[in-house]
C-alpha cells in the first residue's frame, strides 16, 4: 500500500508543480504589460489576482513536498543529504514570508502609485527567481536522491 500512497502523491505534487509553473508564467506575463497599452488600473488589479493565485498554489506545493512529497522521503532515504533538505525547507520560510509580505502592500494600492507599485514588481520578480533556483535545486536533489546508481550490487 505504501508504494501506492507513494504514487500517488507523487502525481499530486506533479500536478501541483505543472499548475505552478503556469501561474508564474502568468505572472511575469502580467508583470511585463506595458501600462499605456492596459492601464494601471487593470494591470494592477490582474498582478493582484494572479499573485493571490501564485501565493496559494506556491502554498500547496510546499505543503506537499514538506508533508507528503520528497522532502520525507530524502530523509529517510539519504539521511546524509539532510542538510540540504533542510536549507530548501527554509527556503519555503522565505517565501512563505515574502509572499505574507508582498500580497497585503499589493491589494493596498491604488493606481496611483506607480513608484510603489513598479518597487512591488521586482520585489515579485525577485521572488518568481528565487522560486526558479529552488525548484532547480529540488529537481537536483530528488534526481541525485531516486535515479543515482550507488554500485555495490556486484
Not at 532515504?77 to 499589493?106: C, T, W, Y
Request: charged residues 30%.
Amino acid at each position: 500500500m505504501q508504494g501506492t500512497d507513494t504514487s500517488s502523491s507523487a502525481n499530486a505534487a506533479w500536478m501541483e508543480h505543472q499548475i505552478l509553473d503556469h501561474v508564474k508564467q502568468a505572472l511575469r506575463v502580467t508583470l511585463d504589460w506595458s501600462v499605456p497599452a492596459v492601464g494601471m488600473s487593470r494591470k494592477l488589479s490582474s498582478v493582484q489576482f494572479t499573485l493571490r493565485s501564485f501565493q496559494r498554489h506556491l502554498e500547496r506545493m510546499m505543503n506537499l513536498e514538506e508533508q507528503d512529497g520528497y522532502m520525507v522521503l530524502v530523509a529517510e532515504l539519504k539521511p546524509n543529504m539532510s542538510l540540504r533538505v533542510e536549507r530548501l525547507a527554509q527556503d519555503h520560510g522565505r517565501f512563505r514570508e515574502s509572499i505574507r509580505r508582498l500580497l497585503p502592500e499589493v491589494e493596498s494600492l491604488c493606481e496611483y502609485q506607480n513608484e510603489d507599485f513598479e518597487d512591488i514588481c521586482r520585489q515579485i520578480y525577485d521572488l518568481l527567481d528565487s522560486v526558479d533556483r529552488h525548484d532547480e535545486e529540488e529537481v537536483e536533489l530528488i534526481q541525485e536522491t531516486f535515479l543515482c546508481d550507488e554500485g555495490g550490487e556486484g
